[in-house]
């Protein structure tokens, strides 16, 4: 099994989920209409959690639903939640943006229901793209070698922290 590096504990992961609640809620200003963060499974639904905490204590409006996708397909995408996300504000959430292959599955059954926005919210950011997906949102960029991974570790709906594989 390969070494875990740390490279961000608990209280690190709580501040910069903290802080990217925060930019969302200042880059949408004083537009008060609803957000959904749409956090992908496995990690971004409890993300996605920590972040509408952050947007409702600033006054936001926000549903938490969630996207199951086989990230090593890309296939068998499902919404789940409403599924109404006409003229809304859509978040998409992840733990770790690798090549951006799943972020770009995760939104092509968004576009059919025609949302006001789509943007992207990640923990961690690799900077290896072999996608055209940039997030909008990120806690923290992580230059590393395409052999490394980066495993972000969450248990009971709690983010203990991030390494480097």
């Not at 990690?43 to 204590?57: H, M």
């Not at 972020?103 to 059954?109: G, K, R, S, V």
Request: hydrophobic share 40%.
């Amino acid at each position: 099994m390969a070494e875990r590096k740390l490279l961000f504990d608990k209280e690190v992961a709580a501040r910069k989920i903290e802080r990217i609640g925060l930019e969302i809620a200042e880059r949408i200003g004083e537009e008060k209409s609803e957000i959904i963060l749409l956090g992908i499974h496995k990690n971004g639904p409890a993300i996605a959690e920590k972040l509408a905490k952050v947007l409702r204590d600033n006054g936001q409006k926000v549903m938490v639903e969630s996207i199951t996708i086989d990230k090593q397909t890309c296939s068998n995408v499902s919404l789940t939640g409403a599924n109404n996300y006409k003229d809304k504000k859509v978040i998409v959430v992840d733990d770790v943006s690798n090549s951006g292959r799943t972020l770009l599955y995760a939104i092509e059954p968004l576009l059919i229901h025609r949302p006001k926005r789509i943007q992207i919210a990640v923990l961690v950011q690799r900077m290896h793209n072999e996608f055209p997906v940039t997030p909008d949102y990120v806690g923290q960029s992580v230059a590393t070698t395409k052999e490394n991974h980066i495993e972000v570790e969450v248990r009971n709906g709690e983010v203990m922290g991030a390494f480097l594989l």
